[in-house]
């Protein structure tokens, strides 16, 4: 079993930056994908950024440029850099990890508890 510990979420006034952070911890064996999505109030969840055990990285269109994820493959924990943040941003984000295997050569995917993320105007 694993599990996926987020932080770094808060109230930022609009052009501001924070910096989430996701550490997985457990019986783990490796990590395929670590990323992060959000869901803002009355809207479906979405995908923020990703990247590969092997750094390639992917970005919605709504926050190139503005965003950057990183991560730390001996610590299992992936960051992301939130900087130019608009009112739109604000939601709760969620880490993830796709293809986790466990010591016991179990792979499935996980979730965080989510952390809220308020950008006010």
């Known amino acids: 079993q694993a599990q996926l510990v987020e932080s770094g979420g808060g109230l930022v006034q609009a052009g501001g930056s924070l910096r989430l952070s996701c550490a997985a911890s457990?019986?783990?064996?490796?990590?395929?994908?670590m990323g992060w999505h959000r869901q803002a109030p009355g809207k479906q969840r979405e995908l923020v950024a990703d990247?590969?055990?092997?750094?390639?990285?992917n970005y919605a269109d709504s926050v190139k440029g503005r965003f950057a994820i990183s991560r730390d493959n001996a610590k299992n924990t992936v960051y992301l850099q939130m900087s130019s943040l608009k009112p739109e941003d604000t939601a709760v984000y969620y880490c993830n990890a796709r293809g986790l295997v466990t010591t016991a050569r179990v792979m499935k995917d996980y979730w965080g508890q989510g952390t809220q993320v308020t950008v006010s105007s």
């Open positions: 457990g019986s783990i064996f490796s990590i395929n994908a």
């Open positions: 990247i590969t055990s092997g750094g390639s990285t």
